[in-house]
Structures are given as structure tokens and as C-alpha cells.
């Protein structure tokens, strides 16, 4: 099996505003928040925030990578809900914990249900998040 139940995996990232800058413009997201620093000063946050597609894009990356490096991975539905803002220039903890995983013969694999959080150095979850994704020998 390529997916166990209560199996966890984690990665650690270093964000820096150069990084949220040009992934926000990459994908359009023109909102200063994520840009100008004078600007975000000026908000609730007191500086740059790194946007949510951004930090949600970075724990879907992670269960892209995990497993891939047994088989092959086809993601199927996530979810996610932000608590705090995850700020541009801080390290966050990257976690996912296998909740179930139940074989598929019509989609030839195994359905993995996940539960993650993005933690930031705090310690405080900033983003919970639930999916569920395909594991297979190979696409």
C-alpha cells in the first residue's frame, strides 16, 4: 500500500516577501496586501501577508510530492480555512496527517482522506485544511 492510516508527513518554508511578491503576480493577485509594504503597513496586519491561494498552493504541493516519491498522485478535493494571516516574512510548518485510506477498484488506486494545518512560528495553526486524493502504482 502505498498510504497508511495516522501516517504524517510535514516541510518547513521559509517565506520572504521577494518570494510572496512574485508568486502573487504570477497568478495575478494584485492586491497590495501582498506587494506594497508602505500599504500593508497600514492595515490590520501591520505588514506584507502572503496570499491565501499562495499558502493553500504550498500544502497541496506537499501531498503532490509525498506521493509521488511512492507512486503517483492525482489530487480529487480540498479544502481549507484561514484563521490567522500567514505573514511574508516568516517560516511555516507544513503538516498532513493520513486520516483513511480506502481502496478504489474503478479509479484503479487508493482514496486517501487527509487533514493538514500550515503553522506559523508561532505555533498557532493559520490554516486548517481537509482532502482527499488518489494514490496509484502509476497515472
Same mark, same amino acid.
Given at each position: 500500500?502505498?498510504?497508511?492510516?495516522?501516517?504524517?508527513?510535514?516541510?518547513?518554508?521559509?517565506?520572504?516577501?521577494?518570494?510572496?511578491?512574485?508568486?502573487?503576480?504570477?497568478?495575478?493577485?494584485?492586491?497590495?496586501?501582498?506587494?506594497? *509594504?508602505? #500599504? =500593508?503597513?497600514? $492595515?490590520?496586519?501591520?505588514?506584507?501577508?502572503?496570499?491565501?491561494?499562495?499558502?493553500? /498552493?504550498? +500544502?497541496?504541493?506537499?501531498?503532490?510530492?509525498?506521493?509521488?516519491?511512492?507512486?503517483?498522485?492525482?489530487?480529487?478535493?480540498?479544502?481549507?480555512?484561514?484563521?490567522? *494571516?500567514? #505573514? =511574508?516574512?516568516? $517560516?511555516?510548518?507544513?503538516?498532513?496527517?493520513?486520516?483513511?485510506?480506502?481502496?478504489? /477498484?474503478? +479509479?484503479?488506486?487508493?482514496?486517501?482522506?487527509?487533514?493538514?494545518?500550515?503553522?506559523?512560528?508561532?505555533?498557532?495553526?493559520?490554516?486548517?485544511?481537509?482532502?482527499?486524493?488518489?494514490?496509484?502504482?502509476?497515472?
Amino acid at each position: 500500500m502505498l498510504a497508511h492510516p495516522h501516517e504524517r508527513f510535514s516541510s518547513a518554508i521559509a517565506l520572504t516577501p521577494k518570494i510572496v511578491h512574485d508568486y502573487a503576480l504570477a497568478v495575478g493577485d494584485t492586491n497590495p496586501v501582498h506587494h506594497d *509594504p508602505d #500599504f =500593508a503597513a497600514t $492595515t490590520r496586519y501591520g505588514r506584507l501577508i502572503a496570499s491565501g491561494a499562495h499558502t493553500a /498552493a504550498l +500544502l497541496f504541493a506537499l501531498t503532490a510530492s509525498h506521493f509521488s516519491s511512492k507512486g503517483s498522485v492525482v489530487g480529487l478535493e480540498f479544502w481549507v480555512g484561514y484563521r490567522r *494571516p500567514i #505573514f =511574508a516574512d516568516e $517560516t511555516i510548518q507544513l503538516e498532513w496527517l493520513v486520516r483513511k485510506v480506502t481502496p478504489n /477498484a474503478k +479509479l484503479g488506486g487508493h482514496v486517501v482522506e487527509l487533514r493538514g494545518r500550515i503553522r506559523g512560528m508561532d505555533g498557532k495553526t493559520a490554516m486548517g485544511a481537509t482532502g482527499r486524493v488518489l494514490v496509484t502504482e502509476r497515472l
